[in-house]
């Protein structure tokens, strides 16, 4: 298999896979992938990314379940 064959029958791979997922898996996978994106800047990067962001307030524990 030739290295345009191999990235060839890899993308075409891909895409079936990605296709047989939920709206949720997608979702899941595209967090996980943003993540490992993430995790490689350095930290002055991070934070020069983060402008702007405000992370979500917690709502109030009513220990009711989930």
């Known amino acids: 298999m030739t290295q345009n064959e191999r ?3 890899i993308f ?7 296709k047989q ?8 996978m595209a967090v996980d ?3 490992s994106l993430l995790s ?4 002055e ?3 020069k990314v983060s402008l702007g962001y405000e992370p979500k307030k ?3 524990k ?3 379940g989930f």
């Open 45 to 47: 990067q991070l934070l």
């Open 7 to 9: 990235e060839e029958l």
């Open 40 to 43: 490689r800047e350095t930290d």
């Open 21 to 28: 997922l939920s709206q949720a898996g997608i979702f899941a």
């Open 58 to 60: 917690d709502k109030s």
């Open 33 to 35: 992938q943003m993540c």
């Open 12 to 18: 075409d791979l891909a895409q079936y896979r990605v």
């Open 62 to 64: 009513s220990g009711k």
